[in-house]
């Protein structure tokens, strides 16, 4: 239909194509010695020798539906792929998953050329979405049943629940019903299917289609054109005459990139003129032989060059859209997403290079759009199961019913974690600040997930190790998840996954405080700066010099010898700080004097007054040490909670061993303050914020904190490396602490905590008044009296 069509268009055509059938499987090397091109083959499997043949021969090999793409990597210029291969839909497979927030997707591929073809670049477009892949499962192309069944049922005993099936569709067909016959296609499981499957659909048997109600499939996008129309129509009233017992053929997209391909080749001969209007001959590489089929006889095409570099500048609109090669590759990025539901599939959405997840069909060219994979650009989806409800791609395997949650016994503070054996019952009871907030944060996951807490701890109950070793186990299996004070650290992030921290950051050091107000005898002098008194002291000196020059002349107490004259100023200057002052003062001028420098004592009397009860009579704590210099300079002894990583921070700052010393329990942490460094005690205790402030807590008079001295981010759970859980976990995390859930559950384990002024650091300190205070003052008064004089 391609070649009539061609010539029915081009009436002025001088050449013409004979087509000529030939079973690739017995007579291929024949067929490619004796033909200026090949339309073929139909499979990837078979398309290698061919294409290598074609090679040898100079004869282009035009391949319809041959797209594993493992074929490009044959070096071959005369092989042109007129399918879209299938790494070109993996962007568009990694953007769904990306869109529903999928961490894990399994692949099950046939395990051929075909099927493996596509694994490294679908790996690859998973891992740029941040979707790992765990496992693959590759089915023979000759599986059998019970194969089939064993694979499915080993998939089940995983927690991953999206699957992305590769295969042809005869063997997708049976892998369905036997993942429906086991239980696979009900709510909870996510099916993806590629291209390879969707775009044949249309011809897939009904009772196949029942049993893929609520898959996903990625198909090439065919513009509905009139030609196509038009065609369609055409074909099936063909088809029909040709074939009268089969009923409601419908024609896939192969179909068309077949037609689109032959309509190629015919245009590039025409354009080329190698045909029946020029010599066709081959070139033999070895006379003396005469077999046909022997490959040492084979031929070269004396016009395959040209017909080469005339495919390669072929462009027209076919009818699967528009069509060209860039290096023998078809240029159709465009591809649709469909919803298997009812008798067929359903048209959910597009996706394309450009603008990602769209839905409506637009020109690929289109560069004015982002890039989305918002779940919002798809249509309504009715998943496996009748579902509406997104899956969350994962589940507790049918061996694993529930999640092991390791918690620490007797580590750090009992308000944390607390693990206590009731004796009438012998169960194990667990509780503790970190345990509501784990139990808060996972009833606000949007699923249900069941877990048991499981002690770290000997037989005899006591404590089997560190918080590294805690975080040992998710990392080797033991546990599935980590509900405990773990700080998120660098070297643990290797080996497991982190939420989102749920309390503040940091590392702080408490020591003991001390009242400075009783070990100062010249407290008195601590209200006003240095500079402030040795400038009060001149401005008296200044004072009582100009009362006596505007006084001694009219004034008899301003008289007589000089020592007498100069003992009055200064005498009346500074009773002025007490209104004390008992000469008169005659002149209008001394009095102004005298009423401005009454008004700057007046306030700087008050303020010292003030300044001063408030250091004697406001206990002043000071601390002891105020960093960690001061501890390493002058050799003290510091303490840290034992088992924590505060530990190789304290000898990486430079602390000898012999100077670290480790304590269980808040009370060992008091006893060791209480004692001092020089009494075989510690000077300061250093550790996380929370834990610090719990301390604090209960010491509210004798501790202050210094810090934070290290930057940490914050205590997190603890989940295998790759768990699914952990975005939903983090984004419950968030919607916990930002309610009034997360008060009540500081107020239920930490008291009081919050009305300890000690907690604060920096603490309160009486500052000294300085002259900044009063140069206003001083400098009016400074500068009126010159004047009067």
């Known amino acids: 239909m391609a070649l009539s069509d061609f010539y029915a268009s081009h009436g002025s055509s001088t050449t013409r194509l004979a087509l000529s059938i030939r079973d690739p499987r017995e007579d291929v090397v024949d067929a490619a010695a004796a033909v200026q091109a090949i339309i073929g083959p139909t499979s990837s499997m078979q398309a290698n020798f061919v294409i290598d043949l074609g090679d040898k021969a100079k ?64 790996v690859d477009a998973l891992l740029d979405v941040q979707a790992s892949v765990p496992n693959r499962c590759a089915i023979h192309p000759m599986a059998t049943d019970d194969q089939l069944t064993a694979a499915l049922y080993k998939l089940m005993t995983t927690q991953t629940r999206v699957f992305i099936v590769h295969m042809s569709p005869s063997l997708g067909a049976r892998l369905f019903a036997k993942a429906q016959e086991i239980g696979m296609m009900k709510e909870g499981y996510v099916w993806i299917m590629t291209n390879g499957l969707t775009n044949l659909l249309s011809s897939t048997d009904a009772s196949v289609i029942k049993s893929m109600q609520g898959v996903l499939g990625v198909r090439t996008s065919v513009p509905k054109t009139e030609e196509l129309i038009d065609f369609r129509v055409r074909w099936k009233t063909q088809f029909q005459q040709q074939n009268p017992t089969i009923i409601d053929v419908e024609l896939h997209v192969f179909a068309l990139w077949a037609y689109d391909a032959a309509f190629a080749l015919a245009m590039a001969v025409e354009n080329d003129g190698t045909g029946t209007g020029r010599n066709s ?163 606000k996951l949007p699923y249900a997930v069941t877990y048991d807490f499981i002690p770290f701890a000997k037989p005899d109950g006591t404590s089997a190790g560190t918080y590294n070793q805690l975080v040992d186990q998710v990392y080797l299996g033991n546990f599935d998840a980590l509900a405990a004070a773990t700080t998120i650290r660098e070297n643990r992030s290797l080996y497991v996954d982190f939420t989102l921290p749920y309390t503040e950051s940091g590392v702080v050091m408490v020591v003991p405080t001390k009242d400075s107000k009783s070990q100062n005898a010249w407290v008195f002098l601590k209200p006003l700066t240095w500079d402030l008194w040795l400038t009060s002291s001149c401005f008296f ?124 329990s808040p009370e060992e942490c008091d006893d060791l303050l209480t004692k001092g460094s020089a009494k075989g005690g510690i000077a300061a205790a250093v550790d996380e914020t929370p834990n610090l402030r719990l301390f604090i807590a209960k010491y509210c008079s004798k501790y202050t904190i210094i810090g934070p001295i290290f930057k940490t981010d914050g205590f997190a759970f603890v989940f295998p490396k790759g768990s699914a859980l952990v975005p939903d976990v983090s984004r419950a995390i968030l919607n916990t602490t930002d309610g009034d859930e997360m008060k009540e559950i500081e107020n239920k384990w930490f008291g009081k905590q919050a009305t300890c002024e000690n907690t604060k650091s920096p603490f309160s300190d009486s500052k000294s008044l300085g002259l900044n205070s009063f140069w206003g003052l001083l400098l009016i008064a400074g500068w009126l009296h010159p004047q009067l004089l």
């Open 59 to 122: 004869v282009p090999i035009i391949s319809f539906s041959a797209t594993s793409p493992s074929l490009t990597s044959i070096r071959s210029s005369y092989f042109f792929r007129a399918a879209q291969k299938d790494s070109s839909q993996v962007k568009a497979i990694s953007a769904i998953v990306q869109a529903f927030g999928w961490r894990r997707a399994v692949p099950i591929y046939v395990d051929n050329g075909f099927g493996e073809g596509v694994l490294p670049s679908l």
């Open 541 to 664: 000196i200044f004072i009582g010099f100009v009362i006596w020059v505007l006084e001694h002349r009219i004034n008899e107490d301003f008289r007589g010898p000089l020592s007498n004259q100069v003992g009055t100023g200064l005498w009346f200057s500074f009773s002025t700080m007490v209104f004390a002052h008992r000469e008169a003062v005659v002149s209008n001028l001394a009095r102004f004097v005298v009423i401005v420098w009454v008004f700057v004592v007046l306030i700087l009397t008050q303020s010292y007054t003030a300044s001063l009860t408030s250091l004697l009579t406001i206990q002043e704590l000071q601390p002891t040490f105020t960093d960690l210099n001061q501890l390493l300079k002058n050799k003290e002894s510091v303490g840290y909670p034992k088992g924590s990583f505060v530990y190789q921070l304290l000898l990486k700052q430079g602390f000898d061993d012999l100077k670290i010393k480790a304590y269980q």
């Open 281 to 443: 001959s081959f070139q033999n590489t070895n006379a003396s032989i005469n077999s046909s089929t022997d490959l040492l006889t084979f031929g070269v095409s004396e016009n395959g060059p040209k017909l080469f570099q005339s495919l390669s500048n072929t462009k027209f609109k076919g009818l699967a859209g528009d069509f060209s090669f860039v290096n023998g590759q078809l240029q159709s990025p465009v591809f649709e997403i469909v919803n298997v539901n009812g008798n067929g599939a359903r048209e959910i959405g597009f996706w394309t290079p450009e603008s990602g997840l769209l839905k409506k069909s637009m020109n690929s060219t289109n560069t004015n759009r982002t890039y989305s994979t918002s779940k919002s650009n798809m249509g309504p989806i009715i998943w496996p199961g009748d579902s509406t409800s997104v899956p969350k791609g994962w589940e507790i395997p049918t061996d694993e019913k529930k999640l092991r949650v390791g918690v620490p016994v007797k580590i750090g503070s009992p308000e944390f974690v607390k693990v206590v054996r009731d004796p009438s019952t012998n169960k194990t009871l667990v509780s503790g600040y970190c345990i509501d907030i784990f139990n808060a944060v996972m009833e």
